[in-house]
């Protein structure tokens, strides 16, 4: 079983900073991509930033240049963090990992549990 454990949301004012962090837990052999999504409210859920093991990075035109992801492989640790954010970033941010596990030598898709992020005009 693999768990991913979302933390650091919160509210914010326009213009402010948060950080986002996901650690992942459990029965793992090995992770590959990690990932942030966020799904506005009646809307579709959409990539914000994806990060595989080697470092590249991937990120949505509209937080080009505002967010930033990383990720410690020695901690199965994914952090997203979040400058100069605009009212449009509000959301419930996920977690996202594609990890092999132990258990069945199998890649499969993981979910953290969601973190509320609230940015205020």
């Known amino acids: 079983q693999v768990q991913l454990v979302e933390s650091g949301g919160g509210l914010v004012q326009a213009g402010g900073s948060l950080r986002l962090s996901c650690a992942a837990s459990?029965?793992?052999?090995?992770?590959?991509?990690m990932g942030w999504y966020r799904q506005a409210s009646g809307k579709q859920r959409e990539l914000v930033a994806a990060?595989?093991?080697?470092?590249?990075?991937n990120y949505a035109d509209s937080v080009k240049g505002r967010f930033t992801i990383s990720r410690d492989n020695a901690k199965n640790t994914v952090y997203l963090q979040m400058n100069s954010l605009k009212p449009e970033d509000t959301a419930v941010y996920y977690c996202?990992?594609?990890?092999?596990?132990?258990?069945?030598?199998?890649?499969?898709?993981?979910w953290g549990q969601g973190t509320q992020v609230t940015v205020s005009s």
């Open positions: 459990g029965s793992i052999l090995s992770i590959n991509a």
């Open positions: 990060i595989i093991r080697g470092g590249s990075t």
């Open positions: 996202n990992a594609d990890v092999r596990s132990i258990a069945t030598m199998m890649a499969s898709d993981y």
